[in-house]
């Protein structure tokens, strides 16, 4: 079974950072599709960042646009979310999702075969 557990969420203030990290197993690192989605209290889960991981090409909704940096690092098995210039809008339980091949159009939740647990980020005024 592949396992995703997601790590880093918090409270931080408005204009802050936070780094979210996604332990994913080496299978599904090295051959898929890995990708952020986020969810805030009654709304629909959207799709916040993706990153490849045979190329590292990267896509971002336009919401996190410039703010946002997904990366990898290959050898702990790991994918980051960098949140920069938070804003109370981000504030969301946020999912690290993984596909077990590299997919197209990478936005889509159904694209993606397994899910973590999800971590709490909140931004405050």
């Known amino acids: 079974q592949v396992q995703l557990v997601e790590s880093g969420g918090g409270l931080v203030r408005t204009g802050g950072a936070l780094r979210l990290s996604c332990e994913a197993s080496?299978?599904?690192?090295?051959?898929?599709?890995m990708g952020w989605f986020r969810q805030a209290p009654g709304e629909e889960r959207v799709f916040v960042a993706s990153?490849?991981?045979?190329?590292?090409?990267?896509y971002y909704a336009d919401s996190v646009k410039g703010r946002f940096t997904i990366s990898r690092d290959n050898a702990m098995n790991t994918v980051y979310l960098q949140m920069n210039i938070l804003k109370p809008e981000d504030t969301a339980v946020y999912y690290c999702?993984?596909?077990?091949?590299?997919?197209?159009?990478?936005?889509?939740?159904?694209?993606?075969?397994?899910w973590g647990q999800g971590t709490h980020v909140t931004v405050s005024s």
């Open positions: 999702a993984a596909a077990r091949a590299l997919i197209w159009p990478t936005h889509l939740a159904g694209g993606y075969d397994y």
């Open positions: 990153i490849s991981s045979a190329a590292g090409t990267t």
């Open positions: 080496e299978h599904t690192f090295y051959r898929g599709t």
